[in-house]
């Protein structure tokens, strides 16, 4: 049935539809060059059976004459029926309404079946009741019945320009595109919203039927976003199309991505010693999304007002965009709901995604046409559950990438493995450069043959709680950079071979547990035994607090001796072990997230003393009520950031400290229940404080802070 009705049959026009719209290429040829300048010169005809210009009939059906320049800018609305009577006006706008449709549909490719089928279904029909009464009655002869004739056409020609006018509007007051990446445009800033912590627009158009306004915006983001893409450089075009497998308004943490990178080769070790300047590849990786920030791709996600930012986020309109960049260049297979899928024909990247209609695991294990050889990069995006075969998983010899433990930040994304049996396919991986099993239960040990992955750069096996052990061959991993045990609470000793890894830069979970009793196994690794290792930056530690005091000194003294150190982290907890009762496990995980207080049973530390180059130190569940000695400013010069979370500390050294910490510009207090100061105590004390975040402590007295627990110093503008 043709809606367009008697006015479009009589013309011969035919109209595409949406499946018709979807596979042609040219779809602003018709709209364009038939449609638009056919309804044009419809308008022009129809024009010509009005009054002259000069002459129209008022209320009381007297003459009056009227300059069409008079009424030329009005803005007619249906409310002003009842007194506006010039219908050279109302067609005056009309036309320019339907000037401004034309020249923007000209510019939007995809945009062709819509509005044709809204140009179709409401205007034109309504045209053809408008004119089927044509005024064939010069002005001199019309009389009353006339004069109603005229109402009626107005009434409607109302309607069309109200029709007209709204199909106007929904293309957002769009300018012109511009061929180049002009991110200031104006057309890039009504197709994006919250672009920055403070927004730079938002996108309100909503169409009740079909959202033609986001049609418009997700043409017009693609153009300025490929412009964008266009003129990166090779690698950074390549971070960039990451980006497009993580699902609408998901929060990622810069580290998962900078990762992701290293294990695929895009920021590469040896090219940050040499072109870099020495420096880390989260430095590298950071600059990245720096980059990208500033190109309006990307937006930071901050935690409390916290001064930087270690998460993104992307806007929608900007994903799908990159989600076909990332399809057109065959760097990832996407799905009709624009997921990506676990096919890796043409990007030899697989991917897995559970949604409620089905889960990637079977189609990337049972589809034999898939060759495992072909893998370079394997990723879980929403599995929960997976298990391999361990003769299918040892097939992905040129793997690169394996992530198969959360992204996510939050415990509550769990992820559950069958069994390990499958990692004894490592063996195979002799490419392989990044393996994440963060948050993956049931691995219980890691094979042996992960000692041989030569080129293993990270290894992320944070959260895995039933691990029991590492392998005591670790040490021939000697490109290993980042080793990420945290969390692993059944882990009690440490293999010797870590202070073999003479590139590592990043450890965590690296356990200081009691000295073993003459009739157990000697072999461990020792604090101390990492100090020779020159690159280590990053160093998170455990200490058991049930052992003796004299043991925690003589382990900790060592500590000056990390030359390169720049963060620390140190926490004192009961640490089980693998022999520890399984019922004893989960008692022991509610104590540490629940921060309770640790009694204080340890007289005073004296002897450590902490890297002189340290710019962060963490101190969690710290046994002591007052401040060390080793814990001074004038030990600490080059300190930035201080974390004090959990224990019985009551002071922050207020009362003895002989000079103040004016290097330390972040300070976060969580769970102190025992510690006592005044926010002019503070100030006096770290006189230099940019940002102060205090959590459930209850004894810090005239904090200034917002509901938040947050104080954040005001920028001074005075310069």
């Not at 009842?82 to 939007?108: M, P, T, W």
């Not at 034109?124 to 009626?152: C, P, Y």
């Not at 300047?277 to 916290?306: C, H, M, N, S, W």
């Not at 060390?628 to 930035?640: A, G, I, M, N, S």
């Amino acid at each position: 049935m043709n809606r367009g009705g008697s006015w479009s049959a009589e013309r011969g026009l035919s109209f595409p539809t949406r499946t018709e719209e979807k596979t042609e290429q040219v779809k602003t040829i018709v709209l364009r060059e038939v449609v638009m300048p056919e309804f044009k010169r419809h308008l022009s005809n129809g024009k010509q059976f009005l009054p002259p210009p000069e002459e129209t009939h008022n209320g009381n059906g007297n003459i009056i004459t009227v300059s069409a320049a008079d009424d030329a800018g009005s803005s007619v609305t249906e409310e002003d029926s009842g007194n506006y009577s010039n219908l050279h006006a109302v067609f005056d706008e009309i036309q320019r309404d339907v000037n401004y449709i034309y020249k923007a549909c000209g510019k939007l490719e995809r945009w062709e079946a819509l509005v044709n089928s809204e140009i179709k279904g409401l205007v034109f029909q309504r045209l053809d009741d408008g004119f089927k009464e044509r005024m064939n009655t010069s002005s001199s002869s019309l009389d009353n019945t006339v004069r109603t004739k005229f109402e009626v056409q107005l009434d409607k020609l109302l309607k069309v320009h109200k029709i007209i006018s709204d199909l106007k509007n929904s293309i957002c007051s769009q300018p012109e595109l511009a061929p180049s990446a002009d991110l200031e445009s104006e057309s890039f800033k009504s197709a994006t919203s919250s672009m920055t912590r403070q927004g730079i627009v938002n996108f309100p158009v909503q169409l009740p039927v079909v959202n033609i306004g986001r049609e418009i915006a997700e043409v017009s983001t693609f153009e300025e976003i490929q412009a964008i893409y266009n003129g990166l450089d090779v690698t950074l075009k390549l971070c960039l199309l990451c980006f497009s497998v993580f699902p609408e308004n998901a929060i990622i943490k810069k580290k998962v991505l900078v990762h992701w990178w290293v294990g695929e080769g895009f920021i590469d070790f040896s090219s940050s010693i040499t072109d870099q300047g020495g420096k880390t590849v989260e430095q590298i990786g950071y600059g990245y999304f720096k980059d990208l920030i500033a190109k309006r791709i990307i937006e930071p996600v901050y935690k409390k007002r916290r001064p930087g930012a270690d998460s993104c986020k992307m806007n929608p309109l900007i994903r799908y965009a990159v989600i076909n960049l990332a399809e057109r260049a065959g760097f990832v297979d996407f799905d009709s709901d624009r997921n990506p899928t676990a096919k890796f024909t043409d990007s030899r990247r697989a991917f897995l995604v559970r949604t409620k209609e089905r889960s990637s695991m079977e189609e990337l294990t049972n589809n034999f046409n898939l060759k495992q050889e072909n893998v370079q990069t394997l990723f879980n995006v929403s599995e929960t559950n997976f298990g391999f075969r361990q003769d299918w998983f040892s097939k992905m010899k040129y793997v690169k990438v394996l992530q198969l433990g959360r992204w996510q930040s939050s415990v509550k994304h769990v992820i559950e493995a069958e069994d390990s049996g499958f990692l004894k396919g490592l063996k195979k991986m002799k490419q392989l450069r990044y393996l994440s099993l963060r948050g993956v239960s049931r691995i219980t040990e890691l094979p042996d043959s992960i000692c041989k992955l030569r080129n293993l750069r990270i290894l992320n096996l944070n959260g895995c709680r039933d691990l029991e052990k590492l392998p005591d061959g670790i040490g021939s991993l000697d490109k290993l950079t980042h080793l990420d045990m945290y969390e692993c609470f059944l882990i009690s000793r440490m293999p010797r071979g870590l202070a073999l890894l003479s590139e590592l830069q990043v450890l965590k979970g690296f356990v200081v547990g009691k000295k073993p009793s003459s009739g157990e196994d000697q072999d461990h690794c020792k604090l101390k035994d990492l100090a020779k290792l020159e690159k280590l930056k990053t160093l998170r530690i455990h200490m058991d607090k049930s052992s003796s005091l004299t043991d925690q000194v003589q382990e900790l003294s060592c500590l000056e001796q990390f030359k390169k150190l720049r963060s620390l982290s140190i926490s004192w907890s009961r640490i089980y072990g693998s022999s520890a009762p399984k019922r004893n496990i989960q008692r022991m995980i509610t104590t540490i997230y629940s921060m309770r207080s640790v009694p204080r049973t340890l007289p005073s530390f004296s002897s450590p003393s902490l890297p002189v180059l340290l710019e962060k130190l963490d101190l969690h569940y710290f046994p002591e009520s007052t401040m060390p000695e080793w814990l001074v400013p004038d030990r600490l010069k080059q300190l930035k950031k201080l974390y004090i979370r959990g224990g019985v500390l009551g002071d922050l050294g207020q009362e003895c400290s002989t000079s103040p910490w004016s290097s330390v510009k972040v300070l976060r207090l969580k769970f102190l229940s025992k510690l006592q100061i005044e926010w002019r105590e503070v100030q006096a004390l770290f006189p230099n404080l940019v940002y102060l975040e205090k959590f459930k402590c209850p004894k810090l007295s005239f904090f200034p802070c917002d509901q938040n627990g947050v104080w954040e110093k005001a920028e001074d503008h005075t310069n």
